[in-house]
Structure formats: C-alpha cells, structure tokens
C-alpha cells in the first residue's frame, strides 16, 4: 500500500475570483485574502462598481492599507463593465498596470450587478479592443431571462450568449467565471481554445441536496447555484485532472449573517478561513494531490501571462475546525463548511 503523505509543499497559489467589499470590511477581508495566496483578482462588484481605471486606483489604495505587513499578497484589479464602457478605458486599463481584467455581469445577475451590461452587441468595440491588447474578459456566465429555471441559466448562457461571442472574437481571452455544469466543463475543456475557467470549493465540495435536503442552508447559496450531483462530479473530475484550462477562483464572497440568514438571503460564500484546504481536502479525496499545485499555482497565471511565485507554502496532515464564525463589521459572518473537521492545514 502507498505511504499517505503528511506534509505538502506547492508553489505559493492566487486566487483568481474573490469579493472584498469596502470601507472596514476591509479590515477583516483582506487580511484572510492573503492567507496562503500571494495574488488576489478582486471583484469590482462594489455599490457603486468599480467601472473605471480612476475607481480602480483608488479602490486598490484602501485594500492595499489593509494588507498585513509581512504579507507579499497583491490585489489584481478588474473592471466592471457596462453598456457605456469605452475601448478608450479599455487602453487606459491595460496600460494602467494595476487593472487585469474586465468583469462581464449580465445585469441583474447576482448580488450588485443592476448596472451590469443589458446589451452585449453595444459592446463590439470594446471587444474589440479587449482582444487586441490581450485583457482577460472574465464573465459570470448565466443568462438572467426570468423564464429560464434557475438551475439552466449557466447551460442556456453557453449556448447563447458566449458561444457566438467567441465566435466573433476568437483571440480574445476569456475566463468563465466560477463555473458548475457539466456543460461548461465540456465546453470549456473539449470545444474552445480560447475559454478558460476557475472553479470554486463550494461547487466542488457540495451539490443542491446539500443545502436543501432536511432543511435550507442559506451559507450554502451562491451564484451561480449549487447544482445537482452530475454536474459536481463532472467539476471534481475536471479539476484534479490536471487540465491547464481549469484554475482555482475562491468566489469567496462576504455578507453579514442576518444577510444570510434572512427570508431574501443574498447569495455569496466566505471560504478565506480555509480555501486552500478544502482545496487539499477535494485532492485528496481524489487521490489527486500531485494535481493541486497546477491547479493553485500555476494555470492561472500561465493564463493571465503573469510569473510563478516564487515563495512556496506547506500544507500538513491535521485536523482542525473551521470556525464557527468571525467578527464582521458591527456583526458576524458565518464561515464555508462552519464547524466542520479539515484533515490538511496550512502551516
Ligand atoms: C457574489 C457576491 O456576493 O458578490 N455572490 C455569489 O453568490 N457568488 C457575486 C458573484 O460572484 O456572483
Ligand atoms: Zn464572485
């Protein structure tokens, strides 16, 4: 029988999907965002969003007065884009050096994105030059039709929306955000070149009976939404499979518990207290481990054209608690898997 290893040692991961929010949530946010990662691509879904380079600068100056001293971490900014977003801001972006990437809301899609795009076809230009200067589009790809059932809208969007968006641009670089379905999986992995996707732990760890069989759990709903038991398989086998399209994006996405817990919960899941071990835990299952550091480390930023880290972290064979919850603003915020036993920590 093999020896179960004890100890591991990755190549520092980035996480390419997290939501910090603003003003002293900052206080809380971005201390967790840099435990185990050395880069963060962050959200610009802020109230108002973050839908210029200006907005950006000055978004990324109060996150980086949160970042703890000892800490390399560095946010990556995005922009929010919307139906009057200009190739002239696309340029300024990319010659920003601080910007990464453009964030596609279909608006009305998922917490604070009313101000999202309504009509893509306005946005050809944009595109355009998006595609020219090589800046990632990062979609959160589900259709907001009221008609279409909610466990649809990601499938319906594929075959919509970015199927003849990457027809009519094929270089351009495109991140499917946080994906769920077994159509994405196979979209993304067998018919595009130029596609790629994160995957979230929740989506790997959990499927909808999870958070609906013998009662709701409302720290369990996010967008897009836990679907049924196929399409969590078809993630889990994707991500440990080690294909280079597929990288790690936490979504990790605060709200204050009486947010959550209410009769209209937002949707989001605050997975900063363990990510890169329910990470190690979902490879380790798979007998995957050797998988996790391309995964963590390395597909993302051969994606983003960005360099390895350098530093490296070690994960150990030990049980802990994630736990219970943790102070937030003037409230708390319930934790990803609250409570629950983890058989790898970070050291
Ligand atoms: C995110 C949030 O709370 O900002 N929520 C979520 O359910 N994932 C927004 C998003 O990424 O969709
Ligand atoms: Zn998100």
Redesign the pocket.
């Known amino acids: 029988m093999m020896q179960k290893s004890t100890e591991i040692k990755i190549r520092k991961p980035d996480d390419w999907?997290l939501?910090l929010r603003d003003g002293d949530a900052l206080k809380v946010t971005v201390p967790n965002a840099c435990r185990g990662f050395n880069r963060g691509i962050i959200?610009p879904n802020l109230v108002p969003p973050v839908t210029t380079v200006d907005l950006a600068h000055e978004y990324r100056k109060r996150i980086v007065q949160n970042i703890p001293q000892d800490s390399s971490w560095q946010p990556l900014m995005v922009l929010f884009l919307t139906d009057r977003t200009t190739p002239e801001e696309i340029y300024k972006a990319h010659e920003s050096k601080i910007i990464f990437g453009v964030k596609l809301y279909p608006a009305g899609a998922?917490t604070n994105s009313d101000t999202g795009v309504t009509n893509l076809g306005k946005l050809n230009k944009t595109f355009a030059a998006m595609q020219e200067v090589g800046m990632v589009l990062q979609i959160?790809g589900e259709v907001t039709d009221k008609n279409i059932d909610i466990f649809d809208r990601e499938a319906v969007f594929i075959e919509t929306i970015l199927k003849p968006l990457v027809e009519k641009f094929p270089t351009l670089k495109v991140s499917l955000?946080?994906i769920t379905t077994e159509e994405s999986v196979t979209f993304v992995t067998k018919d595009s070149d130029s596609v790629h996707a994160s995957i979230t732990p929740q989506h790997l760890l959990y499927n909808r009976n999870d958070m609906l069989v013998s009662g709701i759990r409302p720290h369990l709903f996010c967008l897009p939404i836990l679907k049924r038991e196929r399409h969590q398989q078809a993630l889990l086998e994707a991500a440990t499979s080690g294909n280079k399209k597929l990288y790690l994006g936490t979504?990790s996405?605060p709200h204050a518990r009486d947010q959550k817990e209410n009769c209209c919960g937002c949707a989001g899941c605050y997975s900063h207290l363990s990510a890169i071990e329910l990470y190690a835990e979902v490879f380790d299952q798979f007998n995957a481990l050797d998988k996790l550091e391309g995964f963590a480390s390395m597909h993302g930023p051969d994606f983003y054209g960005l360099p390895y880290n350098d530093s490296f972290i070690s994960l150990k064979r030990q049980k802990w608690k994630i736990p219970s919850s943790i102070k937030y603003l003037n409230t708390e915020l319930i934790p990803l898997g609250a409570n629950s036993e983890l058989n790898w920590k970070l050291i």
């Open positions: 999907h939501h959200m998922t959160h955000e946080h979504d996405a």
